[in-house]
């Protein structure tokens, strides 16, 4: 499938009798439809650049993986990529989380979007960034007024990454 990119999205076009870029949508849950076209964040793109599942041109010139990844790195999103990554090939299904102050949304094996409620919201911290408590205990709080639980996934220098469930206690 071929992608073109432009302001940080990724559009595959969905040509008349292309099934394709739908199965995409609505079996692995990627993008998002609008009109003709399937619009994947960068991230998404860089995954299924990686798994050869994509070709991405941006102005008819072919996007290597190495290009793709120091984009993403030059937008701070590499961390975010890794966790990505890290989930999806674990078999969840990973949706947006800004709507609830998070990074990501995590459906569980079996469950997706319209066909159930995500299960975990998944907040990425940076080892050598510091994180106040009243932030850490508001996106407990968040996650918890939720139904959610919360996956604190910790990434290093190395961008190795640590998962740590927080759950909402009462004493």
Same mark, same amino acid.
């Given at each position: 499938m071929r992608g073109n990119l432009s302001n940080? =999205?990724?559009s595959i076009k969905i040509e008349e009798g292309s099934k394709r870029p739908i199965a995409l949508h609505e079996k692995s849950f990627f993008g998002? %439809?609008?009109e003709n076209t399937l619009n994947l964040s960068l991230i998404e793109a860089c995954y299924l650049l990686e798994k050869d599942r994509l070709d991405v041109y941006e102005d008819? %010139? #072919?996007c290597s993986i190495s290009y793709f990844i120091d984009l993403l790195k030059e937008r701070n999103l590499y961390g975010r990529y890794i966790v990505y990554r890290d989930l999806k090939d674990r078999g969840y299904? =990973?949706?947006?989380?800004?709507?609830?102050?998070?990074?990501?949304?995590l459906y569980d094996r079996g469950r997706s979007p319209?066909?159930?409620?995500?299960?975990? #919201?998944?907040? %990425?911290?940076y080892d050598n960034h510091n994180i106040n408590v009243l932030d850490f205990a508001s996106y407990v709080r968040v996650s918890h007024g939720v139904n959610k639980k919360?996956? #604190?996934a910790i990434v290093d220098d190395d961008f190795d990454i640590t998962y740590y469930n927080v759950e909402w206690t009462r004493p």
């Open positions: 940080e =999205i990724v998002k %439809i609008e008819d %010139i #072919l299904v =990973i949706k947006t989380g800004f709507k609830y102050g998070s990074d990501f949304r319209g066909k159930g409620h995500s299960d975990f #919201l998944v907040k %990425i911290v919360l996956l #604190l």
